[in-house]
């Protein structure tokens, strides 16, 4: 059986970053309000974290693999996702 980590798994894949984010929370303040903060929890790559200090989540976009998650997950729709650039965002080494 596998014994590889969701993290050994994420350096499988190969990424080009934009200089500019595909990912943006649309009102902060519904992050502020939001009780669960699902977002830091079902990203697989860790692309969201809330700052308590700053109430704002870092959106650490360079991260995302494109699984799509935060479009349908956020219950509140505050996430804008647009697919990266042609040529940029991720590619599969394998398969
Ligand atoms: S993006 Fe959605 S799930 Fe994440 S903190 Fe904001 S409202 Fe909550
Ligand atoms: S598309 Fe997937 S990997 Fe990218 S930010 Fe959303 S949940 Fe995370």
Redesign the pocket.
């Known amino acids: 059986m596998s014994t590889q980590t969701m993290t050994d798994k994420l350096f499988t894949i190969r990424y080009k970053c934009d200089d500019v984010s595909h ?1 943006a929370i649309k009102d902060e303040a519904v992050c502020a309000r939001c009780a669960g903060k699902s ?1 830091n929890s ?4 860790e ?2 974290s809330w700052d308590e200090a700053a109430k704002t989540n870092h959106v650490a ?1 360079e ?9 349908i ?1 956020c219950a509140s729709d505050n ?1 804008a ?1 647009v697919y990266p650039k042609g040529g940029y965002g991720i590619s599969y080494r394998f398969g």
């Open positions: 990912l977002c079902f990203c697989p790559a692309v969201y976009y991260n995302c693999v494109e699984c799509g998650t935060c479009r997950a996430v996702w």
